[in-house]
């Protein structure tokens, strides 16, 4: 179809001849479009972006990450150490629940004499991070920068 998206919001006209003619409908505006949610809830799919340069390994994380969603960012690391990435940056402003899933990827990252950083961290992962350097001391090599 090459009608512009706006046709099919555009009001419907009435057939030729007097608008009050028999058989012959009455204008019909289209009603107002909805007002999008003000909280929607946030997409639990999740999503990963990846760049390989130069030994670093930029990946952006975005959803749910538990045990059963982070088998593909396990591969991903996995190519990317094989590809020679030997630093990772992980920007997860966008991630909206994570578990010990995560933290174990990462921690296998690092377990592997790679370092990792965040660039940015959502709430979820900032509040994972927190809770686990109380709970056990960092790795050298994994640090937190960003948010």
């Known amino acids: 179809m090459n009608s512009p998206i706006n046709a099919i919001s555009a009001p419907i006209l009435p057939a ?3 608008a009050d003619a028999p058989g012959v409908p009455a204008p019909v505006t289209p009603a107002a479009p909805a007002a999008p949610a003000a909280s929607a809830p946030p997409d639990p799919v ?3 972006r990846s760049t390989l340069r130069d030994g670093v390994l930029a990946v952006g994380l975005a959803g ?4 059963l969603t982070c088998a593909p960012l396990r591969d991903l690391l996995a ?3 094989a590809a020679g990435a030997r630093r990772l940056v992980l920007d ?3 991630v909206t ?3 010990s899933a995560l933290l174990d990827v990462l921690d296998a990252w690092a377990r592997s004499k790679r370092s990792w950083e965040t660039s940015a961290t959502s709430r979820s992962l900032r509040l994972l991070l927190d809770l686990d350097a109380r709970v056990r001391p960092r790795p050298a090599g994994r640090e937190r920068v960003g948010p």
Do not use: N, Q, S
């Open 92 to 94: 997860a402003a966008l």
């Open 46 to 48: 999740p999503r990963i």
């Open 97 to 99: 629940f994570c578990d």
């Open 64 to 67: 749910e990450f538990d045990v």
């Open 79 to 81: 190519e990317g150490a």
């Open 16 to 18: 030729a001849g007097p």
